[in-house]
C-alpha cells in the first residue's frame, strides 16, 4: 500500500479535567470520493468539544485502482480503506475507537410516502408493504431504515403520517461493518449522509424553512428542512466531478489540472494569464453546467411552496463544490435569499486560533460532524 499523507490537525487543550470525569468521545466518518474526512467530538458537561479532524485523500487509491476519478474510494478493498483510516489515525494520535460510519447517498434507495395513522406495531408492515413498491431490489438484499413525520390532516382532513424510507444494500452495510473491524473501530451505527447533514447544520428550534444543498464530488442532493425535520429530498445530476470533466473534455486538458483550476480559480475569477477568450470560455464551462442545478433546485423549491405555501428562508451550502469561487454569489443572486456555507462547527468548542481554518473547512466536514455528534446524543 502506497504511503498516505493525511491532512490532520492535533487539538490541544490546556484546561485540566478530573479524572474520574473524562468526557466521552466519538468518532464521526465519512467515506467520501474526494477524500475520508474523521472528526473526533467529545462531550464533558454538557459542552461539545472538538477533539481532532483528518482528511485524507482518496487521490492514491483512485490512480492507482481506477482509470475514472469520479469512482468512489468506497469501492475498493476493505482492506485498503482500514488500512487508510488505520494510518491516519495512527499518525494524528487519535485513541478513540467508537465511530458512527456514513453511507454515502448515491448508494441509499430514498423515498417518502403517505400512511393513515396507525400503531407501532402495525406500522412496521405497513412500511414494508410500501417499500415494496418503491426499492428496485428483493427487500432480503437491502436493509431498511425511516423516520416519521408528525401526525397530521390530509385533503380528506383524515390523520396520516409521512415515512422517510432509506434502504441500504446489504452489501454496503457488510462492508462498512468490515472496515470498521479492519481498522479496529468499534461501530455504533450507519446512518445516511442527509441526517448527519441536519445535525450537523440545523437546530431543532431553528424557525426559518431552510434549503440545504450538498454538492460533493460524486452527487448533489438538495433538500428541505423544517424545525430540524426533513420534509423534501431529491438527489441530482451535477456534481464536483461531472463540473471537472467538462472542464477536461471542452479544454481539452488532463482531468487533474481540471480539479486543480476549478478549485482555484472557479466560476469568478479565471486565471489572469490566459487570453480573454479562454477566460470567457472556462467560465462559460462552469455556468452553464451550474445553471441547470440552479434551475432543478428552483423547481423543487416551488413545488413544496405550492404544495405547503411556505417559501424557503434560507439556504445551506455543504459539499467541496459550495468552497469552489463564485457559487455562493451565484446562489445568492439566482435566490435572492440568504445563502450561506455550512459550518458544523458553529455550536462546537474549539480553540480560537483555528477559527478561520474550520470556516473554510466546514462544508467538506459536515457529515463527519454529523456522524460523530449521533454517537454524542
Known amino acids: 500500500m502506497e504511503k498516505l499523507l493525511p491532512h490532520f490537525k492535533k487539538i490541544k487543550y490546556n484546561e485540566r479535567m ?30 461539545i468539544k472538538l477533539e481532532n479532524y483528518v482528511e485524507l485523500p482518496t487521490s492514491n487509491f483512485q490512480q492507482r485502482q481506477f482509470q475514472t476519478p469520479e469512482k468512489s474510494v468506497i469501492f475498493l478493498p476493505s482492506e485498503d480503506i482500514a488500512e487508510a483510516i488505520k494510518t491516519a489515525l495512527s499518525k494524528a ?21 403517505d400512511l393513515p395513522k396507525m400503531t407501532k406495531e402495525e406500522l412496521a408492515q405497513a412500511v414494508k408493504n410500501e417499500a415494496r413498491k418503491y426499492i428496485p431490489l428483493p427487500l432480503k438484499e437491502v436493509t431498511l431504515d425511516w423516520h416519521l413525520r408528525e401526525v397530521e390532516f390530509d385533503k380528506q382532513r383524515k390523520k396520516s403520517i409521512t415515512i422517510f424510507l432509506v434502504a441500504v444494500p446489504n452489501e454496503i452495510i457488510y462492508k462498512c461493518q468490515q472496515i470498521a473491524i479492519l481498522a479496529n473501530l468499534k461501530l455504533l451505527v450507519m446512518e445516511a449522509e442527509i441526517f ?20 460533493g464530488a460524486r452527487s448533489t442532493t438538495c433538500s428541505i428542512v423544517e424545525k430540524g425535520v426533513l420534509r ?57 453546467t451550474v445553471n441547470p442545478l440552479l434551475q432543478e433546485v428552483s423547481k423543487i423549491f416551488n413545488g413544496f411552496y405550492l404544495k405547503e405555501e411556505k417559501e424557503i428562508d434560507k ?15 451565484i446562489f445568492q443572486n439566482y435566490f435572492k435569499k440568504e445563502v450561506e456555507l455550512a459550518n458544523p462547527f458553529s455550536n462546537i468548542f474549539y480553540p480560537s486560533p483555528l477559527k478561520e481554518t474550520l470556516k473554510k473547512i466546514g462544508p467538506l466536514f459536515a457529515i463527519a460532524v454529523g456522524m460523530a455528534l449521533r454517537g454524542l446524543t
Open 315 to 329: 439556504i445551506i451550502l455543504a459539499g467541496g463544490v459550495g468552497l469552489m469561487p463564485g457559487v455562493l454569489s
Open 196 to 215: 448527519g447533514l441536519i445535525r450537523a447544520l440545523i437546530k431543532k428550534e431553528e424557525e426559518k424553512l431552510i434549503g440545504l444543498i450538498d454538492m
Open 18 to 47: 478530573t479524572p474520574n470525569l473524562l468526557p466521552k468521545s466519538f468518532l464521526g466518518i465519512d467515506i467520501g470520493t474526494s477524500a475520508i474526512k474523521i472528526v473526533e467530538l467529545s462531550a464533558f458537561a454538557r459542552r
Open 232 to 288: 423534501v429530498y431529491h438527489s441530482l445530476n451535477v456534481s464536483g466531478s461531472f463540473l471537472t470533466e467538462k472542464i477536461a473534455r471542452e479544454l481539452e486538458i488532463e482531468w487533474e489540472l481540471a480539479e486543480k483550476l476549478k478549485r482555484e480559480y472557479g466560476i469568478s475569477n479565471p486565471p489572469s494569464g490566459w487570453d480573454a477568450e479562454t477566460q470567457e470560455s472556462f467560465k462559460e464551462i462552469l455556468i452553464s
Open 93 to 113: 494520535k487519535i485513541k478513540t475507537r467508537d465511530c458512527v460510519i456514513s453511507i454515502p447517498d448515491f448508494l441509499t434507495f430514498f423515498t417518502a410516502f
